[in-house]
């Protein structure tokens, strides 16, 4: 199946992603470092990345909107802990 949608989790020194089809099943989950998902992301094909909102993910955006087919930001989600 053909990944149509990935989701970026955005940390300090390691992201964790989700790749889903286009039923919306999670395909796929791996942890990479910055290097690794730079590489990633321009080998990948065109899908949609959906990233939290900050300001790390405008920089990732920017840095690989060419290699991908648009990104999303979510907004942050704050829980009552």
């Not at 470092?33 to 065109?46: A, G, I, K, L, V």
């Amino acid at each position: 199946m053909k990944t149509t949608i990935v989701r970026v989790d955005l940390a300090k020194n390691c992201f964790q992603l989700a790749e889903a089809d286009d039923r919306y099943r999670i395909v796929r989950r791996e942890r990479f470092t910055r290097t690794r998902f730079t590489r990633w992301m321009s080998n990948h094909p065109c899908c949609l990345v959906v990233m939290e909102a900050c300001g790390s993910a405008h920089y990732w955006a920017r840095g690989s909107g060419q290699a991908s087919g648009g990104f999303e930001s979510l907004p942050f989600h704050q829980s009552n802990q």
